[in-house]
């Protein structure tokens, strides 16, 4: 289960959103991110598009920033 603040994550390859979701999550960065683009691509792209926006915008930055 999932403990603490969700955060964006300094393991960042534009936003730091799916490093933040694995970090929380205690899974690895890489599937992270390669399972939200194929998630994405298969939902017509438009949706994870807007909710990684919506993460990024809304997701405090890493600790000690």
Do not use: H
């Not at 936003?15 to 205690?26: D, N, S």
């Not at 992270?32 to 994405?40: E, G, K």
């Not at 993460?55 to 920033?65: D, K, Q, R, T």
């Amino acid at each position: 289960m999932p403990q603490g603040t969700l955060r964006k994550s300094r393991n960042r390859m534009i936003a730091g959103v799916c490093g933040g979701l694995a970090e929380w999550f205690g899974w690895p960065a890489g599937r992270t991110r390669l399972a939200y683009v194929l998630l994405s691509i298969l939902s017509a792209a438009f949706p994870g598009i807007l909710v990684y926006v919506i993460l990024w915008i809304a997701m405090p930055g890493p600790e000690g920033n």
